[in-house]
């Protein structure tokens, strides 16, 4: 073997650079394994179209974990968050604008219905306190639920106490939270249907559910839980896309003295023992290591790069049970200027445009797109999240220049009826999203100097990610907490001694977050100072 | 009012306010139960729906009764007669194939073979699975849910007895449990199972009575919660009562009566009256009012909250909670008369031995979604999930010589219709019904003597089922346990002192059980005793 490190990550996607800095900063000597030519996984920033720079894949950030921020000190590393304002709901011949001057929203409910503007008042101060209150599950290890060690209880047991406490509107909130579909649970509150479906859109954003599918309602929080991190600027769009975020990371962890090495597919976890060593890579290069952290999903880890036979049968086939079901695309558009949408025609100031525009016109519309891909079509007329980048970050595209992000769903991995993904079957799903947006905004098509449209195998290809999904597994009840990857296994550590998993297909999941690195690196390092 | 009212008022003779008011009576309190129809039983009636034609007016099988509720209240010994075919499930298929789930697992595993070695293997360990995983929600349905604000020493005590049933599952079990649990029955199915008929055959248990389609996260609990306490496991149980299930409405009665119950019929609850926090006793549409200590309603809560109890008693932030109670009634009812049996042409279709029990038209998953993606726009679905009973095979009695009884369950049929109103579709439910059926038994519709449609809307009106749902709230995972109906009012407890909650609404849940009375019952006399001590 060539060299050794204490520690090897592998995959430099978000998590594996967190992951990365935080086991450099313990003062391990780190490498960090990419396969790419550039770091970042599912969070770059490319050219794809000469002078059009993009996020390609993932396109703001949600919920970067506030105490990443401060520990890796990221902007000092160039971080910077450009703040997104509201959400605009075209529909046929009016809208629905949602901003974040709180005031100014409830004007424009009233037009709507003025008990939903009384509503919404009640409903976000409730939203605010309950994501206050469940915001620390973000950084807790789940216990595995048949051992009876009550240590790996404590922070489960103090945020039961703390349960115990809240009033008892609040713990019928939450448990409606954990339990309800987006929709049924905005109907207690809400009757305007665009208010309702744009609301539930964020709930399903990801996964394979509808927003009226049991299990939905959590996601709600996660917009508020970005408030409280509002002095962090936690929700925006990161100055130079999201590959900015993943250079920040990148920097910092370089700073703790972490090695990055691009272009360095693993090809293999090396093991003695039921112990990882080290790995291979694709060129046959071995690095030892004391210990190896994936920032892969748990299937390309354990069934992709572990010699067979390593793990036992029953652990083997959890892992392969584990569900990944891609349901979303991406369309990024060059455009040559901003598009017009019909139900506010020849806007002078183009502050709709200036954070997203939601196609989530009526909860049957969000249904009806749903319901295509369970039976293995791409919505006919999808839920479409559009943001333009360039109206915050200019630098973005040549001047007078725009690059639209248009995050897509449904687009079911598996398509039905012997079709395949292919040139074919992507054009034909770029074009829906075309159709889609064009029919509220005609002179879109105009506009469109170049197209690049992701569809699922698009995304497994390029971004290692499983099926598609952008969470690297689903975000189903199933397969959160004590069961995200496998039941019992929820900790971090695998059968493989001394392997661990960082990515987002562990406790608490995918988003732009980091809290699956940083939680595993914390891990890994405690286990590794008890040893 | 009456010179001194009786200790306890049951509101409603459904099959839970009758084992509440047993209950009670046999701990010595003076209990009148109320019931606005002619007769008691609620959802377990028999109906003569043609002369000599006797069929299950509502619910067909009755295979979930607490073995404990039996056993306690001498069901056997008040005309009880149970009769549980060999066969559990016919499911034909639109291509003339069949399945059958037999009682003998190993004899379904056998026929399985047909479709899938693999499956065939499967089978039994699914069922050890299914059975494995319900015994533990025996337990947590037996038990009061915790109060989680204030936990009491009974509480950790119940809260113990469960941990180690828990443990019992074994470490493989206790996380399997916490996995399935929150699943989509597909998944459920899917991860045993390749053929999508079988799927399709056992994933319609997990959305029966429900707004929720195979896809939706929870439908496995609701499977799972079919079979426990009973010998469902995978096939799920089908039991009949001698003479239909009005006779076991009957027993009921007759073991509440002989316990010193006194049943009022034609007897309409109009209010709950209060005086402050307590309740006071209820008021009748005659005008009569009668006073006690305590009021247990056996109708639904939301009709409780909304329309028996002063809504100034209770507070706006509990009316409003009420009002939001989910329960989007998507089942029907048609009942059939016919001069004959039919046959149905798939495989086995002849065999009258494997139409004994439950006859599911559930062809897959895809079907089951369908169906159910149809009542999400407020539609009927043109292809809808039906679970027949022929129980005049097992109990000829019911018809007269030759002829049989044929009971449909119809779902989905929603309640809230965006289009026309249930009165004016009756017939046109009918009649889809029978081109359903038409299409797996040809001739069917020649047979049929007379035929009777239950809509969703007569389940309200003449059943008092609010929105026309028979579980008076639905199954879903925001609606158990200790939310259910709501959290804090999940102990029977409801509202105001000495009022309580003993039907479907409360904790396990809607099914023939009599668990929510049981329930209900012992935390009543357990507030009885600890009154009388204080």
């Known amino acids: 073997m060539t060299e050794r490190y204490d520690a090897i990550v592998i995959g430099a996607g978000h998590n594996g650079l967190v992951a990365g800095a935080y086991l450099a900063g313990a003062g391990l000597k780190t490498i960090v394994l990419e396969r790419r030519h550039i770091v970042g996984g599912a969070a770059v920033t490319e050219e794809v179209f000469p ?76 939203m605010f306190d309950m994501a206050r209150f469940i915001k620390p599950i973000l950084s807790i290890v789940p216990p595995d639920p048949a051992r009876l060690d009550p240590r790996p209880w404590f922070p489960l047991a103090r945020l039961a106490r703390r349960f115990q406490k809240l009033p008892a ?25 665009p208010l309702k479906a744009t609301m539930a859109a964020s ?18 929080l996660h917009h508020y839980m970005g408030e409280i991190d509002g002095a962090f600027r936690a929700w925006g769009i990161p100055k130079g896309g999201t590959g900015g975020v993943s250079h920040a990371i990148a920097s910092a962890a370089r700073a703790q003295g972490a090695e990055i090495r691009t272009e360095a597919p693993v090809a293999q976890i090396l093991t003695k023992g039921r112990r ?100 293995g079509s791409f919505s006919a007329r999808p839920y479409i999240d559009i943001v333009i980048p360039t109206l915050v970050d200019p630098s973005m595209a040549p001047p007078g220049k725009h690059v639209m992000s248009c995050f ?22 770029g074009d829906a999203v075309i159709e889609t947006i064009a029919e509220r905004a005609p002179n879109l098509e105009k506009l469109i100097l170049h197209r690049q449209v992701l569809t699922p195998l698009d995304l497994e290809q390029t971004f290692g990610l499983t099926e598609g999904n952008i969470f690297q597994g689903e975000l189903s009840l199933e397969q959160l907490f004590f069961s995200r990857p496998v039941p019992g296994w929820a900790q971090y550590r695998t059968p493989v001694k001394d392997l ?32 | 009012m009456t010179e001194r009212g009786p200790d306890a008022v049951v509101v409603g003779a459904g099959h839970n306010g009758l084992v509440t008011a047993a209950y009670l009576a046999r701990a010595g309190l003076r209990t009148v139960v109320l019931e606005r129809r002619d007769e008691p039983g609620g959802a377990l009636a028999t109906a003569e729906i043609a002369p000599g034609y006797r069929v299950p007016a509502l619910a067909h099988t009755v295979g979930r009764l607490w073995t404990s509720v039996v056993r306690d209240l001498r069901l056997h010994e008040h005309g009880l007669d149970p009769i549980a075919p060999e066969v559990r499930l016919f499911a034909p298929q639109p291509d003339g194939r069949s399945l059958t789930l037999w009682a003998d697992r190993a004899r379904t595993a056998r026929e399985l073979r047909g479709w899938s070695a693999r499956d065939s293997e499967a089978y039994p360990l699914f069922d050890q699975k299914v059975r494995s995983l319900s015994s533990f929600l025996a337990h947590v349905h037996a038990s009061t849910p915790p109060d989680l604000k204030k936990p009491s020493a009974s509480d950790a005590l119940a809260g113990l007895k469960l941990a180690r049933a828990f443990r019992g599952l074994g470490k493989k079990g206790t996380r399997e449990l916490l996995r399935v649990l929150p699943m989509a029955v597909a998944d459920f199915v899917g991860e045993a199972f390749e053929t999508d008929a079988l799927r399709g055959a056992i994933a319609a248990r997990g959305i029966q009575y429900a707004a929720m389609g195979p896809w939706s996260a929870g439908t496995t609990a609701v499977l799972l919660a079919d079979s426990a306490g009973n010998d469902g496991g995978a096939a799920g149980q089908t039991v009949f009562v001698r003479g239909g299930p009005g006779s076991l409405a009957g027993s009921l009665a007759s073991a509440a009566r002989s316990s010193g119950v006194e049943i009022r019929s034609g007897a309409e609850v109009v209010r709950v009256t209060s005086s402050g926090d307590r309740v006071t006793g209820v008021a009748l549409s005659s005008g009569e009012e009668i006073s006690s200590p305590i009021v247990v309603c056996g109708i639904d809560p939301k009709r409780t909250l909304l329309s028996l109890v002063d809504p100034a008693a209770v507070g706006p932030s509990l009316v409003w909670r009420a009002g939001n109670l989910r329960l989007p009634g998507v089942v029907a009812k048609v009942n059939l008369a016919l001069s004959g049996l039919p046959t149905f042409v798939a495989d086995g279709g002849a065999e009258s031995e494997r139409l004994k029990g439950r006859i599911a038209v559930a062809p897959g998953i895809d079907y089951l979604e369908r169906g159910f993606d149809a009542s999400k726009y407020g539609r009927v679905s043109e292809q809808p999930y039906l679970e027949a009973t022929i129980p005049s ?46 299409a797996l038994a040809p001739g069917i519709s020649d047979l049929v003597v007379a035929r009777q449609v239950i809509t969703p809307l007569d389940l309200e009106r003449d059943y008092g089922l609010t929105e026309g749902h028979p579980l008076h709230g639905e199954p879903g995972l925001d609606q158990l346990f200790a939310w259910r109906p709501m959290l804090g009012h999940s102990r029977y407890r409801l509202a105001l002192r000495g009022l309580y909650l003993c039907g479907s609404g409360a904790h396990p849940g809607g099914g023939v059980t009599g668990g929510p009375g049981a329930n209900a019952a012992r935390e009543i006399l357990a507030d009885r005793k600890g009154r009388s001590r204080g």
């Open chain 1, 51 to 126: 002078g059009f720079r993009f996020s390609v894949a993932s396109y703001v950030v949600s919920l970067l974990r506030p105490e990443i921020i401060r520990d890796l000190e990221l902007p000092r590393h160039g971080l910077e968050i450009l703040p997104l304002d509201g959400t605009f709901t075209p529909l046929d011949d009016d809208y629905l604008w949602r901003v974040n001057d709180h005031w100014r929203t409830v004007r424009e409910l009233r037009r709507w219905s003025r008990m939903d503007a009384e509503a919404y008042e009640e409903y976000g101060q409730l």
């Open chain 1, 169 to 193: 509107r609040h713990q019928a909130t939450f448990i409606q939270l954990m339990t309800m579909s987006a929709s049924d649970f905005l109907d207690q509150w809400f009757e305007t249907d």
């Open chain 1, 203 to 220: 709930g399903i954003i990801g996964t394979f559910q509808g927003i009226r599918s049991p299990g939905t309602a959590y996601v709600l």
């Open chain 1, 276 to 375: 990882a060593i080290g790995v291979t890579l694709d060129s046959g290069e071995e690095i030892a290591g004391g210990i190896v952290l994936s920032s892969l999903d748990v299937r390309r880890t354990m069934i992709g790069l572990l010699e067979p036979g390593t793990l036992d049968a029953e652990f083997e086939q959890e892992v392969r049970r584990y569900k990944f079901r891609g349901s979303s695309g991406k369309v990024n558009l060059a455009l040559d200027g901003l598009p017009d949408f019909t139900c506010l025609p020849n806007a002078e100031d183009l502050e709709h445009l200036r954070g997203a525009v939601s196609f989530s016109p009526s909860v049957d519309y969000m249904e009806r797109a749903y319901d295509d891909a369970k039976y």
């Open chain 1, 408 to 429: 897509v769903q449904y687009a079911p991995y598996h398509l039905s009826n012997g079709r395949q993904w292919d040139d074919a079957t992507r054009e034909a799903f």
């Open chain 1, 500 to 531: 661990w998993l960082c990515g987002s297909a562990t406790h608490p999941g995918g988003g732009l977050m980091g809290a699956p690195g940083r939680i595993a690196a914390l891990q890994a390092i405690k286990a590794a100072r008890a040893a």
């Open chain 2, 393 to 438: 095979l097992a109990d000829p009695g019911l018809a007269p010589e030759g002829g049989h009884v044929m009971s449909v369950l119809v779902q989905w049929t929603p309640y809230h219709r965006r289009e026309g109103d249930w009165d004016a579709e009756r017939d046109g439910l009918g009649d889809l019904v029978l081109k359903t059926l038409d």
